[in-house]
């Protein structure tokens, strides 16, 4: 079966760094272009980016540009989040998942890591 599994959510301070991993297992990872999401209590799923099949293309929303980086490693099946310059708002469960490239949505998501910057 398909699985999406996260790691390298924890606590850091304002202005520091984590790096989020997703392995993905169950399917032809190359087929699918990658995402991450977050969200915190109360507050609807937020888009955070994505990177196509390749790894040449990523996009990120204004939230995060500048400060986060999307890269995927397709031998490894693992697609990473690396998280700079991290600010309390960014405090949420940061989700993984796949999308089909024949697909208008996500097809397979995460258990998600949650990840907390204190200030």
């Known amino acids: 079966q398909v699985q999406l599994v996260e790691s390298g959510g924890g606590l850091v301070q304002a202005g520091g760094s984590l790096r989020l991993s997703c392995q993905a297992s169950?399917?032809?990872?190359?087929?699918?272009?990658m995402g991450w999401f977050r969200q915190a209590p109360g507050k609807e799923r937020e888009f955070v980016g994505t990177?196509?099949?390749?790894?040449?293309?990523?996009i990120y929303p204004e939230s995060v540009k500048g400060r986060f980086t999307i890269s995927r490693d397709n031998a490894k099946t693992t697609v990473f989040l690396q998280m700079n310059l991290l600010k309390p708002e960014d405090t949420a469960v940061y989700y993984c998942?796949?999308?089909?490239?024949?697909?208008?949505?996500?097809?397979?998501w995460g258990q998600g890591t949650q990840v907390t910057v204190s200030s």
């Open positions: 990177i196509m099949w390749s790894g040449s293309n990523t």
């Open positions: 169950g399917l032809t990872f190359s087929n699918y272009h």
């Open positions: 998942a796949a999308r089909y490239y024949a697909s208008g949505k996500y097809n397979y």
